[in-house]
């Protein structure tokens, strides 16, 4: 049997990411260079919802440039990694065997919130990847069932990377700020709140973040912080080491979160 694969939280943070927020690409990097090596890549994202948690069997998967008013330099970039279409398969039945409807998408590529983390964690773009939507309206609690169905696949050599975002209020950010600015007071709250909770392998409060000091404010719409949950979720009982760039505009906590294999 392969070891156990880590599991993997990204904060994705805006788009221009890669060509502005140097400190949390250099993270991204570091994360992947300590990484084994994974046969495949689960990759799920705050910017695909489907009505039940949809795999990708893209055999190519097409990079997806699913934002607007960005330097043409962002929409110039590719991640040309192999598809996993059994991987998507093998997802979708372990979903199913937890009483999970889900479903499989024949061609869905990869939006900035998977491959602008995945250009800097595996930048040769060699290992096979698929995609794994969110579902729509499914909050929390559902989000956190859907990773702990899909933790066998860490047995098969498989690294999941959920890739979201631990503050997403656009009325906290300050496009303006370099990454020296002081984060907003409730962002840096919120995301030490986070960040205590998973140390202390508290689902139940995380759970209910929405009633935590800033939790509400935090994220006025939720999908941003739902891949959260599936890491959790898969993650089971490790607790997960934190890493910490600086954040992005002031408002966007660039936590990442890795949870050890064995």
Do not use: K
Request: aromatic share 8%.
């Amino acid at each position: 049997m392969a070891a156990r694969m880590p599991v993997v939280f990204i904060s994705h943070g805006s788009p221009d990411a890669l060509l502005h927020a140097h400190d949390a690409v250099a993270c991204w990097s570091e994360i992947g260079r300590a990484l084994p090596g994974p046969a495949a890549i689960l990759a799920v994202s705050a910017h695909w919802e489907a009505r039940t948690p949809t795999a990708s069997l893209a055999g190519a998967p097409v990079t997806i440039h699913d934002f607007y008013g960005f330097p043409q330099a962002l929409y110039r970039m590719r991640y040309p990694a192999p598809g996993a279409p059994a991987l998507a398969e093998r997802a979708v039945a372990l979903l199913a065997g937890a009483g999970i409807a889900a479903g499989l998408h024949p061609d869905r590529g990869l939006d900035h919130g998977a491959w602008v983390p995945l250009s800097a964690m595996f930048p040769d773009a060699d290992v096979p990847v698929t995609q794994l939507s969110l579902q729509h309206h499914g909050g929390p609690a559902a989000h956190l069932a859907v990773g702990r169905a899909l933790a066998p696949l860490r047995d098969e050599g498989v690294l999941i990377v959920a890739s979201g975002a631990i503050t997403h209020n656009f009325d906290w950010i300050d496009r303006a700020a370099g990454s020296s600015a002081s984060p907003w007071p409730a962002a840096a709250a919120f995301a030490d709140w986070v960040g205590e909770r998973l140390m202390a392998g508290d689902d139940g409060g995380l759970l209910d973040y929405r009633s935590a000091p800033h939790g509400a404010d935090a994220h006025p719409t939720e999908e941003h912080f739902l891949p959260l949950f599936i890491a959790a979720g898969a993650a089971i009982d490790d607790t997960p080491g934190r890493y910490r760039p600086p954040f992005a505009y002031r408002g966007l906590a660039m936590d990442a979160y890795v949870w050890p294999g064995a």
